[in-house]
C-alpha cells in the first residue's frame, strides 16, 4: 500500500485567510482524491486530482474555492480559499495505489479549525 | 446514483460480545465494488475489505467477518468477540468502475466497553 504524507496535520485559520494542504505519495499514482470529511459526518468527495489537467469537482465544490494543483505522478495540493468557519473539517488526500478499482489508501488529514 | 445506508448510527457493546454492522446499499452498476473502512479515535481511515459485485463469497479474517448478500443489496460486517480496540467509527463505501465515485456511508460508531 502507498504511504501517504499530509501536510499540515492541523492549522487554525482566520476567516478571510487561504490554506494549501499538501499531500506527498512514495510511488507514482494516476488517481489521487481529495475528501472533506465535517464534525462527526462522512466523507464527501470535493474533487479528483488529475496529473497534466484541470481537477474533476463534484456536485457544490468548485474551482475558485478550492483551487487543486497536480503537478507530477506523487504530489497535489488542496487550497481552501476565503476560508469562513463553515470550512472547519478534516481534508483528507486519498490515493487508488492498485489502479481502477483498488481501495483507496488515505493520508493522515488535516484538520481545519477556521475562526 | 449511488448510495450506501448505515442504519446504524451508534452502537455500543459490552467487550467479547458479537457484533454486526449493517450495510445497504444501492447501484444501477452491474459492476461494482464494496469496502469497510476503519476510523479509529486517532482520526486515520483504515482498509478493511473489498469485494466485487461478482464474488458473493463470504470472507473471514481473524475476528472479522463480511457477509455480502446481492439478493438483498447488502454487505454486512460482523465482529467476534469484540475488544475494546474495536472501538471505531466504521464507515461502509461503494465504488462503480472508477474510484472517483466511490460513496461512503454516514458511518456506525461502534463503543465497545470493557
Known amino acids: 500500500s502507498a504511504v501517504i504524507s499530509q501536510k499540515p496535520s492541523r492549522d487554525i485559520c482566520q476567516r478571510g485567510t487561504s490554506l494549501t494542504i499538501q499531500c506527498q505519495v512514495d510511488?507514482?499514482?494516476?488517481?489521487m482524491f481529495w475528501y472533506r470529511q465535517q464534525p462527526g459526518q462522512s466523507l464527501t468527495l470535493i474533487a479528483t486530482?488529475?496529473?497534466?489537467?484541470?481537477?474533476?469537482?463534484e456536485s457544490g465544490f468548485v474551482i475558485d474555492k478550492f483551487p487543486i494543483s497536480r503537478p507530477n505522478l506523487t504530489f497535489s495540493t488542496l487550497t481552501v480559499s476565503n476560508m469562513s468557519p463553515e470550512d472547519s473539517s478534516i481534508y483528507l488526500c486519498?490515493?487508488?495505489?492498485?489502479?481502477?478499482?483498488?481501495?483507496?489508501?488515505f493520508g493522515n488529514g488535516t484538520r481545519l479549525t477556521v475562526t | 446514483a449511488q448510495k450506501v445506508t448505515q442504519a446504524q448510527t451508534e452502537i455500543s457493546v459490552v467487550e467479547k460480545e458479537d457484533v454486526t454492522l449493517d450495510c445497504v446499499y444501492e447501484t444501477r452498476d452491474t459492476t461494482y465494488y464494496l469496502f469497510w473502512y476503519k476510523q479509529p479515535p486517532s482520526g486515520e481511515l483504515v482498509f478493511l475489505i473489498r469485494r466485487n459485485s461478482f464474488d458473493e463469497q463470504n470472507e473471514i479474517s481473524g475476528r472479522y467477518s463480511w457477509n455480502f448478500q446481492k439478493s438483498t443489496s447488502s454487505f454486512n460486517f460482523t465482529i467476534t468477540a469484540s475488544q475494546v480496540v474495536d472501538s471505531a467509527v466504521y464507515f461502509c463505501a461503494l465504488s462503480g468502475f472508477n474510484n472517483n465515485d466511490m460513496r461512503f456511508g454516514a458511518g456506525t460508531r461502534l463503543t465497545v466497553k470493557p
Open positions: 486519498s490515493v487508488a495505489a492498485g489502479g481502477v478499482n483498488s481501495p483507496l489508501h
Open positions: 510511488s507514482q499514482v494516476t488517481m
Open positions: 486530482a488529475n496529473q497534466g489537467s484541470e481537477a474533476t469537482y
